[in-house]
C-alpha cells in the first residue's frame, strides 16, 4: 500500500464504505500527481530544453507549445547578435512577442541559443566572432530544423525557419546550403545581405520573405533589394520607409547603440509602429501561402 494509513476500524458496514472512500480518494489522488507530472510534456507554455546540436554540442533552447493540439508548421526562430535573453535572464519581448504571435495560432515555436550554448555572450560589439552565420549558425539551424521536424507537434512538409539581423543572416546562409534540411520557407528579419549579395550564386532553396527597413543603419537595405531582385521568383522583399533596425521590438523607442562591430560603430534601434503591423501581417499570410 503507497502512502497514508487506513482509517482506524470501527465495526461492520460502515467500516467498509469508509474504505472504499479512502481507497477512490486515493486514486483520485494519484491520478492528479500523474497528470501534474505530465503535463509539462503536453500542455501549453514555454520549457528550457538542450538539444543534439553540431558536433557533439548540447544546444540550448527554448520552446514554446501551443494551447491545445498543435497546427500549421512549427517556427524555427534565430535571435540577433544580442541573444534573446536580457541581463536578469528573461526572455526579451521581441521573441516573447513574437512567440506568442504563433502560438495563437497554434504553432510551436523554438529558440535556440547559439552564444550560451558556446560559452558565449553578446556578439554585437565582439570584432571577429567565431559564431559566424555562415558557418557556426548555419549548423545549428539545420540541427534544429532537424529535431524540430520530428516533433509530433509539428506539421509535415517541414518548419519555417525565422531569423532577426544576425540571425536573419543564418536564414540567409542557411537558404543557400540547407543539407538538405527539413524547411519549408524562410522569413529573413533585417538580414546582413552584403556577402549573400556579394556571391552571384546565392539561390534560395525555399521560398523566403524578406524584411528591412530603408532608414536601417546596421543592416543596408539596399543590398537586400538587389539580393531579392535576383531571385524574385522564391524572394518576397519589402522595405519599409524610415524605418530602423528593430522596427519589429514591440513599444522600443528609438535608440542609437554604439560600440558596435559595424563600420560606424554606431546604429539606431527601435518600434517602427507601422512597419510592426504590417510585417505581423506579412509573415502571417506568408506562412499560411506555403503548401502543406
Not at 524547411?183 to 556577402?195: D, E, K, N, S
Amino acid at each position: 500500500m503507497l502512502g497514508g494509513s487506513l482509517p482506524p476500524r470501527r465495526g461492520g458496514g460502515k467500516r467498509v464504505g469508509r474504505v472504499e472512500r479512502w481507497v477512490q480518494g486515493f486514486a483520485m489522488r494519484a491520478l492528479i500527481a500523474l497528470l501534474v507530472l505530465a503535463l509539462p510534456a503536453c500542455a501549453s507554455g514555454q520549457q528550457s530544453i538542450t538539444i543534439a546540436g553540431p558536433e557533439g554540442l548540447g544546444l540550448q533552447a527554448e520552446l514554446f507549445l501551443p494551447q491545445g493540439s498543435a497546427r500549421g508548421p512549427a517556427i524555427l526562430a534565430l535571435h540577433g547578435c544580442a541573444g534573446f535573453r536580457r541581463r536578469d535572464g528573461q526572455i526579451t519581448r521581441l521573441y516573447r512577442a513574437w512567440a506568442a504571435e504563433f502560438t495563437t495560432n497554434g504553432q510551436a515555436v523554438l529558440l535556440p541559443d547559439s552564444f550560451s550554448s558556446r560559452g558565449q555572450g553578446e556578439q554585437c560589439t565582439v570584432r571577429d566572432s567565431q559564431i559566424r552565420p555562415g558557418r557556426e549558425r548555419r549548423q545549428d539551424a539545420i540541427a534544429a530544423a532537424t529535431w524540430l521536424a520530428a516533433q509530433p507537434f509539428a506539421a509535415p512538409g517541414g518548419v519555417v525557419v525565422m531569423g532577426w539581423s544576425h540571425g536573419g543572416s543564418t536564414a540567409l546562409a542557411t537558404a543557400a546550403q540547407p543539407e538538405a534540411a527539413p524547411i519549408r520557407a524562410y522569413v529573413a528579419m533585417y538580414p546582413g545581405c552584403f556577402l549573400a549579395n556579394r556571391s552571384a550564386g546565392w539561390r534560395s532553396s525555399a521560398p523566403m520573405l524578406l524584411l528591412i527597413g530603408e532608414a536601417d543603419n546596421w543592416t543596408r537595405a539596399e543590398y537586400c533589394r538587389e539580393l531579392a531582385g535576383r531571385n524574385g521568383e522564391m524572394v518576397t522583399f519589402r522595405s519599409y520607409p524610415g524605418a530602423h533596425h528593430g522596427f519589429d521590438a514591440p513599444d522600443t523607442p528609438l535608440t542609437e547603440r554604439m560600440g558596435l562591430n559595424t563600420p560606424t560603430g554606431r546604429a539606431t534601434y527601435g518600434t517602427d509602429h507601422a512597419a510592426r503591423r504590417d510585417a505581423l501581417a506579412m509573415v502571417r499570410a506568408f506562412i499560411a501561402a506555403q503548401p502543406r
